[in-house]
């Protein structure tokens, strides 16, 4: 039975095995602090879950998704992972929830693949990269998609990938320093290429706390000073900004917490752990750190579970 009480969990990978030996172990486990890839599988999940006090978790792809060579190979393991976390779902009710993968940057597969994993698996949502190829969110080639996600009023959470190009700093893992920059560079993307200002139903969740948005949100509004800039965002870059969700993936601390809060309300934060990139005892880090910072009641209520049910309906019919 699941624990109604308990965490949402919306950042949530899962590592379907066909997945991890077309994509590699080392392609994978390269971006990670641990430098491999964890072993799991939907049991190890449900485990570490009850023993963390997390109710349901909306499972994902992460980096680096599909860095096929093909496009149909690219088609293939997204229908391959949208099946296999549909799967967990039935196996586990109660326990998992799904954002769809899509075979990005082929925009037409990637509708398709929506429709498919909208309509017919029932997903709560979908998971994009914030780059592709080198191209971020705002660019003109995903004009499309942004337009149909937009009709569906679809929940988006977007997560990093490595930089394209060299390592500034080899040996650093990209999940320490790409990761948030490059959440930091869609979000400045969808900005001034005027996504954010063309979306009212569509809702996107950045993850691990908007990587250094919280930061630079007053250095990148000042970006208004050029017309070419302040036309893109009419109702002005912090207005915009502020429409944005964020998870507390990696974040739950006091270092984050005070930044976070100055930028977004606690309604447009939700909990996140990471699991099973970052380990076990990360997300209990999570857990307690968000009790450590002695938020109100109904604030931390919103955070650990009320702004999913709210963002995503279908989730409240899982449980």
């Known amino acids: ?12 990978h899962i590592l379907p095995p066909a997945y991890v030996d077309a994509v590699g172990a080392e392609a994978i486990g390269s971006l990670l602090v641990s430098g ?4 799991w599988t939907p049991q190890i999940s449900v485990e570490a879950m009850d023993r963390n006090g997390i109710a349901l978790a909306v499972t994902s792809i992460s980096a680096p998704a599909f860095p096929s060579e093909t496009p149909q190979e690219a088609r293939r393991l997204a229908r391959l992972c949208n099946d296999y976390a549909a799967r967990a779902c039935a196996d586990h009710p109660g326990r998992f929830g799904m954002f769809a993968s899509l075979p990005m940057p082929d925009i037409a597969a990637s509708l398709r693949e ?9 997903a709560d949502g979908v998971c994009l990269m914030t780059s592709y190829d080198g191209r971020y969110p705002g660019h003109a080639d995903f ?19 490595a ?14 320093l790409d990761f948030p920059f490059d959440t930091t560079r869609a979000v400045l993307s969808l900005l001034f290429e005027g996504v954010l200002s063309r979306l009212s139903r569509s809702r996107i969740i950045l993850s691990h ?23 893109a965002v009419p109702e002005g870059a912090r207005n915009l900004m502020q429409r944005l969700y964020v998870d507390t993936a990696l974040s739950a601390n006091r270092s984050v917490f005070p930044s976070l809060l100055e930028l977004f309300p606690p309604e447009q934060i939700l909990f996140a752990s990471d699991y099973p990139f970052a380990p076990e005892d990360t997300m209990t880090a999570t857990v307690t750190g968000l009790d450590a910072l002695a938020l109100p009641d109904d604030a931390l ?11 995503m309906p279908t989730l409240a019919a899982r449980m």
């Open 301 to 311: 209520a919103a955070i650990r579970r009320e702004n999913a049910l709210r963002l």
């Open 143 to 161: 004009r499309e998609l942004f337009q149909e996600l937009e009709h569906r009023g679809t929940v988006v959470h977007m997560h990093p990938v």
């Open 36 to 39: 491999k890839v964890p072993v």
């Open 1 to 12: 039975m699941t624990d109604r009480t308990g965490a949402i969990d919306v950042q949530h």
């Open 114 to 122: 929506l429709e498919y994993a909208l309509d017919e698996l029932g």
């Open 209 to 231: 706390a908007g990587g250094a948005l919280p930061f630079l949100a007053d250095r990148i509004a000042r970006l208004e000073r050029r017309p070419d800039f302040r036309a």
């Open 163 to 176: 930089t394209p190009g060299p390592q500034y700093l080899p040996g650093i893992p990209a999940a320490t």
